[in-house]
């Protein structure tokens, strides 16, 4: 299971192609920068994920947000800060139980998730070991590495959210609100978690089937990139201790003698 944040109704970029002789172009944009949480869970062997949670942010649900195209067994949960804590992690869980059929009866699952201080209370510990579910944790700072979800499903998640927001702009629903996100939320799942590409992302972290050599490879190229990322520093001035020096230096540096 993994958590992403997202921006309701917020493009990233768009290319426009227009006549050489127009200077300029306006287009719509909704901006609405409320932020939700998602949370999703998958399976190795790439079946139907369960229902998502949603963390709302607010004191209060608005009947205006909830939409038909809903399923009903979406998770919806209230956040002032839209983020998890000790007690949505709770909800969640009891939920996965329900969904995943897990239970003190059930055959042991293994549930992979970041080592977030919610995922490690006793009471949410404890629930676990009740319902038969291990639980292992990802080495900090590198979920983006090691998650099935980072690796291989978010990013097909948030470009068809996008889409979605551009085809509701296309259709002149300007205002892209939470109703319009839990409108296409079905829809974006729908084309995000097909088996192939929900296996695709565990095979590609590692994770299933178990590759230390698929884990290490990604890690020696995340690494390589933040090395060729690193601004180089620039040369210190060599220090000048005579009239030699000083002439040296004016070669070097003619555009700042006078």
Known sequence: MDESGARVGVLKWEEVVLPIEQKEI?????????????IETISADGRQPIPPAIICPGQRFMESWFHENLQGEE??????TGYTNESLALDWLQHFIKYSSA?????????????QRSHESPTFILNCLANNIEIMEYPSHMTHILQPLDVGIFQHWKH??????????????????????FRDLTAIRTKTFKPRTIKHAFRDSGM??????????????????????????PLLPRPINSYFDAQIALQVLPSQTN
């Open 26 to 38: 306006y287009t719509a944009s909704p901006e609405n920068r409320k932020s939700i949480t998602i």
């Open 75 to 80: 998770l919806l949960m209230l956040s002032p």
């Open 103 to 115: 239970g003190p009866e059930k055959p042991w699952k293994l549930l992979l998730l970041d080592g």
């Open 160 to 181: 068809w959210h996008q889409k979605a927001i551009m085809t509701a702009l296309r259709s002149f629903d300007v205002e892209y609100s939470i109703s319009s996100f």
């Open 208 to 233: 299933w089937p178990v590759s230390f050599k698929v884990a290490q490879t990604a890690m020696r190229k995340f690494k390589k990139k933040e090395k060729e990322a690193e601004p180089s520093l």
